[in-house]
């Protein structure tokens, strides 16, 4: 039995199918019963609804595990506590390999995220368990090419000059898919996933403007507006620690490149990763399709 947390997130709705299709008994966690019905039209017959910073709820996901692909839950001010208690309740549990989604660089600190993750990387692999940590850069993710799509805009909260490194999602999910299937070659690693490619907003700009054959602008949102928008509210002061959060993102990516390489990606892949510009023009044809990106 596997068990996949934020099983209906970006990774976790991409990696579902490929365990399924190999036939591995998949128990999805989900806070949402909303989230519950998406899983089970897609086939997930093991589902769990409720919060994991609750201990009953963790125990119950838990309960009969033999790995677990850990995704913490984004934006939450105990994100820090849900990661270490999840990787206690595992070994509590008896599971034998524990996979946990970090990111990229984990030791840049100054990122409220990663110093999180560099923390939970830490308590994994002090727990005795089997391990694998995977370490993606910045994710290739659809809706962030809408903006171009609709209005011709390529937007960033942080500095258009600055590079980065980025992933396309399908990517990891077959990569933590490889690792889930057959651990033993992949205990004790832990992997940074990178496409190939360094790019300002400009050189996205420019990739997006190839793909639909228009003129792409790059543009910075105010970082207080982006920030705003991402909160949902006028008041970001509500939310002190999603604050806090994001914006140290918006400014180590303004003061700092965030690249990687791609090497170790490619070889788990056994190809060459997709690029932004393959992802572009994926996520173009769908948009073309569906009429939204």
Known sequence: ????????????????????????????????????????????????????????????????VEKVYYVGPALHPDERQMGFAAIDAARAAGVRHFVLSSALHAIVTDLVQHEIKRDLEEHLISSGM???????????????????????????????????????VDDVAEVAATVLTDSAPHAGATYELVAPGRYTAYDLANAVAQVTGRDITAERIDP????????????????????????????????HDFIGNSNVLTWLLGRRPTTFEQFTQREYARFLVGGAA
């Open 1 to 64: 039995m596997i068990l996949v947390t934020a099983a209906n997130g970006n990774q976790g709705k991409l990696l579902n199918p490929r365990l399924l299709a190999v036939g591995l008994a998949l128990r999805a966690c989900v806070r949402s019963d909303a989230s519950a019905r998406v899983l089970r039209a897609a086939g997930v017959t093991d589902v769990v609804v409720g919060d994991l910073a609750d201990h009953e709820v963790l125990t119950r996901a838990m309960r009969g």
């Open 130 to 168: 089997e391990f694998t940590i995977l370490q993606p850069a910045n994710y290739m993710l659809r809706h962030r090419l809408t903006p171009a799509f609709e209005r011709g805009v390529f937007v960033l909260s942080w500095a258009l000059e600055r590079y980065q490194s980025m992933v396309d």
């Open 224 to 255: 207080e507006d982006f920030l705003k928008a991402a909160l949902g509210t006028d008041d970001p002061t509500r939310f002190p620690y999603q604050t806090r959060l994001l914006r140290a993102i918006t400014d180590h990516y303004s003061s």
